[in-house]
């Protein structure tokens, strides 16, 4: 680990299926943890099985928690764009449904801040094609950590993911 406790912020990103980017984001430096989890939804405590369903509202989801004399959340944004399409409306690649949806929750002003200008930037520049960028932002909700088979599933697996990421 890395820093002072006080220093660390946390950041949390849905992106489709959270194996591969809880991995991409344990790779960036100055990123403290991460877990993968589920937010946005309406059921306390919920499991896989219930937010596969589409029905709790959650989102599978990567919290990060980072230093921010290392990393700035902007390039955690980056991150986040690199790892998925954000055209994808309630998907992402073979992986179908709300669950998989394209999320930013933030923390603070400047979070919310940040997320909507990087979303206008990239709408701007051309890189999706002309596709809409569907990604929702809002407020950061309760953070229900995903079973342990989850965490760290790329690397448990050899590096080899079964999801579209």
């Not at 220093?7 to 990103?13: G, I, L, Y």
């Not at 955690?76 to 690649?93: C, E, I, K, M, Y």
Request: with cysteine; hydrophobic share 35%.
């Amino acid at each position: 680990m890395t820093g002072d406790a006080r220093e660390r912020k946390k950041a949390t990103f849905g992106a489709g299926c959270f194996w591969g980017v809880e991995d991409a984001f344990r790779k960036v430096p100055g990123v403290v943890d991460t877990a993968a989890g589920y937010m946005g939804g309406t059921v306390k405590d919920p499991t896989y099985e219930q937010v596969c369903t589409g029905e709790t509202g959650h989102a599978e989801v990567v919290e990060v928690t980072y230093d921010p004399a290392q990393v700035t959340y902007e390039d955690l944004l980056a991150v986040f764009w690199s790892v998925h399409d954000p055209t994808q409306l309630n998907r992402q690649g073979p992986d179908i449904g709300p669950n998989y949806r394209s999320v930013i929750f933030y923390y603070d002003a400047e979070q919310a801040k940040a997320a909507r200008n990087a979303k206008e930037d990239l709408a701007i520049s051309g890189r999706f094609g002309s596709g809409r960028i569907v990604t929702i932002i809002q407020p950061a909700a309760p953070f229900y950590r995903a079973e342990e088979y989850h965490q760290r599933y790329f690397e448990k697996q050899g590096g080899h993911c079964r999801c579209g990421t």
